[in-house]
Nanobody, 126 residues
Framework: QVQLVESGGGLVQAGGSLRLSCAASGRTLVANAMAWFRQAPGKERDFVAA????????YYADSVKGRFTISRDNAKSTMYLQMNSLKPEDTAVFYC???????????????????WGQGTQVTVSS
């Protein structure tokens, strides 16, 4: 059984930064792609960023390219999302997710991820 726990969310002013963490426990995920998604009130869950099992491949939504950086530390079973130059439109609940495919290319759709965290709220004030 895999458990994912996000942390690091909060309230920040526009232009500020936050660093989200996603700690994995239970079965090891060192061979699994992982990703961040976000969901604003009344909207669908959207892709933010994804990273392959060995960090060789990273993908970003156009809306966050150049501002967000995804990374992972397999030794610590933790994935990160460094968010800089935050905008009010970044306000959402951020979720981390893990794919079940071993050594696969990171999927970009939420339906392809089986394991999810409970989410952490990010609020950016203008």
């Amino acid at each position: 059984q895999v458990q994912l726990v996000e942390s690091g969310g909060g309230l920040v002013q526009a232009g500020g930064s936050l660093r989200l963490s996603c700690a994995a426990s239970g079965r090891t995920l060192v061979a699994n792609a992982m990703a961040w998604f976000r969901q604003a009130p009344g909207k669908e869950r959207d892709f933010v960023a994804a990273i392959s099992w060995n960090s060789a491949q990273t993908y970003y939504a156009d809306s966050v390219k150049g501002r967000f950086t995804i990374s992972r530390d397999n030794a610590k079973s933790t994935m990160y999302l460094q968010m800089n130059s935050l905008k009010p439109e970044d306000t959402a609940v951020f979720y981390c997710a893990a794919d079940t495919t071993l050594f696969g290319v990171p999927p970009l759709g939420p339906a392809e991820y089986e394991h999810w965290g409970q989410g952490t709220q990010v609020t950016v004030s203008s």
